[in-house]
């Protein structure tokens, strides 16, 4: 069974999504949805999916709070894109609701959030009483590191607020699977020595991705964190460009295979279960 713990869904008819303006994003410029998930993952035991929001709007995180009543993979749990440092984000947190789903309206609770500029060197940083809010409803903060250099920060703050639940995206682009052991050694290091700080597994780009550098990657991410502190997430459909999950999944499969079943079933869905407080 597996548990994508880091999926993108969204809808341009609701949110326009700037970013996609950049050259290389124009394979994403359609709303991608539930049904476009489930076919890019046809033939894989995906049970079901973490949605975090890619932009920060209130009419499209109500839509993925309520796509779990379309076909497809179901949506366990949504991360909500958030600015942590307006003063009102502490409004915002407590309007998410309860963290249950509502099996008569089959809304997806939100299980965390995410601020995509939390950790750019300009940034304001989150607001106190708003990360107090979140440790309070059990809400993970996901954070997305905009370059590798940015390592520190992410030390800082997660240090900052033991209360709260971290969950660190994409560690292929944080530790690029082409530096040196000792690079990955060094970073990972410090990162394992924070207890409130899960790792995903997720955005891996197959082609900027080789065989070996890879297999050392994971071995050392195994080495260092457990496998109880490693989620997989496919970033679909970014690093995919919205292609077929199957490639991806069968070469971590590949790599994972000195695993012990329970060790494997940490990384493909407990971990996510966990993680998120499903």
Not at 22 to 44: E, I, K, N, S
Not at 116 to 130: C, I
């Amino acid at each position: 069974m597996i548990i994508d713990a880091h999926c993108h869904q969204w809808n341009l008819a609701l949110n326009r999504h700037a970013w996609l303006g950049d050259p290389g994003a124009a394979p994403l410029r359609r709303t991608f949805d539930r049904p476009d998930h489930g076919a890019a993952a046809q033939g894989l035991p995906l049970a079901g999916a973490v949605c975090v929001q890619a932009e920060e709007s209130a009419a499209e995180l109500a839509w993925l709070r309520r796509a779990e009543t379309s076909a497809g993979i179901p949506t366990l749990g949504v991360v909500a894109a958030v600015d942590l440092s307006s003063p009102r984000i502490s409004r915002h947190v407590a309007i998410f609701g309860d963290r249950t789903p509502d099996r008569a309206t089959a809304t997806a609770p939100v299980v965390g959030v995410r601020d995509a500029r939390m950790l750019d060197a300009a940034g304001p940083g989150p607001d106190p009483a708003a990360m107090a809010l979140l440790a309070e409803r059990g809400l993970t903060v996901d954070l997305l590191v905009p370059d590798p250099g940015r390592l520190g920060a992410v030390v800082h703050l997660v240090a900052a607020y033991p209360a709260n639940r971290f969950a660190l995206d994409h560690l292929p682009q944080v530790c690029p699977p082409g530096r040196s052991a000792a690079a990955h050694r060094a970073a990972m290091g410090v990162l394992a020595e924070l207890p409130n700080l899960t790792v995903k597994v997720s955005g891996l780009r197959m082609e900027d991705s080789p065989g070996e550098p890879l297999r050392r990657l994971l071995r050392i991410a195994f080495e260092f964190f457990g496998s109880r502190r490693l989620m997989y997430g496919s970033d679909w459909p970014v690093s995919t460009a919205g292609r077929a999950l199957g490639a991806s999944v069968r070469t971590l499969s590949e790599h994972l295979g000195d695993l012990t079943d329970a060790e494997r079933d940490d990384f493909w869905h407990r971990t996510a279960l966990t993680a998120y407080g499903l």
